[in-house]
């Protein structure tokens, strides 16, 4: 029986403030196949980071469950929670979070260095994931004599260099122009074409468009989820219509 990467059943996630609890996820279910390469798209607010962060394993629901590759993690607590984050997940976020003072290859090669990886072999599989986003000429260079592009695609090997099963990345072109913004999909799309799964969170339809499978959130339910052919035809009726 062929398994899915990711199956969420009537996920919840409430945040409590003030002693009020607020109903962020509704219950939101899909499953997610190995290999495929999807956008979650939505309003601010809508949720996208709160279930990113759950599909990352850098928090927990509060209702409902999840299965990652054949492990439940819903009920996981947080040292077990790290352990299958370490293993299993890639995570990109829109802020790059490189170490100014480390060069590209080092700033990759840093999750090896936890996973107590020997220094040789974590360079050549740092250079190996520089290869991989095409800046393995730019191994020896600090974050500072980078363009912004070329920071996310170091932040892209870091986040492959474990070879997790699952790449995730919230907000990957928030900070990038639409240029590098498109070289930065096309990576995802290499990275997929080999063999990953991607999942990435982006409000820009046509950053979405990129993507196979597209899933619409809206006030924490899901509203849509599109192949990519019914996204395109849906974005393009949709602008059709005068607002
Ligand atoms: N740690 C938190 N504590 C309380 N409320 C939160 C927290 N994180 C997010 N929220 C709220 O949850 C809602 C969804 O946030 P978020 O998942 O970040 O949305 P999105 O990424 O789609 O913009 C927002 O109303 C936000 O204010
Ligand atoms: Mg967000």
Redesign the pocket.
Request: with cysteine.
């Given at each position: 029986m062929s398994q899915s990467i990711i199956t969420i059943d009537t996920l919840r996630k409430s945040?409590f403030?003030a002693q009020q609890a607020?109903e962020?996820l509704k219950g939101i279910s899909f499953s997610i196949e190995r290999n495929e390469y999807v956008a979650l798209m939505?309003?601010?607010?809508?949720?996208?980071?709160?279930?990113m962060n759950i599909l990352g394993c850098l928090d927990s629901p509060t209702g409902g469950k999840y299965i990652l590759n054949g492990k439940d993690v819903s009920k996981m607590q947080d040292n077990e929670l790290a352990d299958v984050r370490n293993i299993e997940i890639g995570f990109v976020f829109q802020q790059f979070n490189l170490l100014p003072r480390l060069s590209a290859a080092e700033n990759v090669a840093l999750p090896l260095v936890y996973a107590g990886i020997p220094k040789k072999e974590r360079l050549d599989r740092a250079q190996e994931a520089l290869r991989k986003v095409g800046l393995d000429t730019r191994s020896h260079h600090k974050p500072n004599e980078l363009s912004g592009g070329q920071i996310q695609r170091v932040a892209i090997a870091r986040a492959i260099v474990n070879n997790p099963s699952l790449l995730l990345a919230d907000e990957p072109t928030g900070n990038l122009d639409t240029k590098t913004s498109v070289e930065v999909m096309e990576i995802f799309g290499k990275i997929q074409e080999a063999g990953n799964t991607v999942v990435l969170?982006t409000h820009e339809e046509d950053i979405a468009a990129y993507a196979k499978r597209v899933i619409r959130?809206r006030d924490g339910i899901i509203e849509k989820d599109m192949q990519q052919a019914e996204f395109l035809q849906y974005a393009k009726t949709k602008h059709s219509v005068p607002a």
């Amino acid at each position: 029986m062929s398994q899915s990467i990711i199956t969420i059943d009537t996920l919840r996630k409430s945040y409590f403030m003030a002693q009020q609890a607020v109903e962020v996820l509704k219950g939101i279910s899909f499953s997610i196949e190995r290999n495929e390469y999807v956008a979650l798209m939505g309003p601010s607010g809508s949720g996208k980071s709160t279930l990113m962060n759950i599909l990352g394993c850098l928090d927990s629901p509060t209702g409902g469950k999840y299965i990652l590759n054949g492990k439940d993690v819903s009920k996981m607590q947080d040292n077990e929670l790290a352990d299958v984050r370490n293993i299993e997940i890639g995570f990109v976020f829109q802020q790059f979070n490189l170490l100014p003072r480390l060069s590209a290859a080092e700033n990759v090669a840093l999750p090896l260095v936890y996973a107590g990886i020997p220094k040789k072999e974590r360079l050549d599989r740092a250079q190996e994931a520089l290869r991989k986003v095409g800046l393995d000429t730019r191994s020896h260079h600090k974050p500072n004599e980078l363009s912004g592009g070329q920071i996310q695609r170091v932040a892209i090997a870091r986040a492959i260099v474990n070879n997790p099963s699952l790449l995730l990345a919230d907000e990957p072109t928030g900070n990038l122009d639409t240029k590098t913004s498109v070289e930065v999909m096309e990576i995802f799309g290499k990275i997929q074409e080999a063999g990953n799964t991607v999942v990435l969170v982006t409000h820009e339809e046509d950053i979405a468009a990129y993507a196979k499978r597209v899933i619409r959130l809206r006030d924490g339910i899901i509203e849509k989820d599109m192949q990519q052919a019914e996204f395109l035809q849906y974005a393009k009726t949709k602008h059709s219509v005068p607002a």
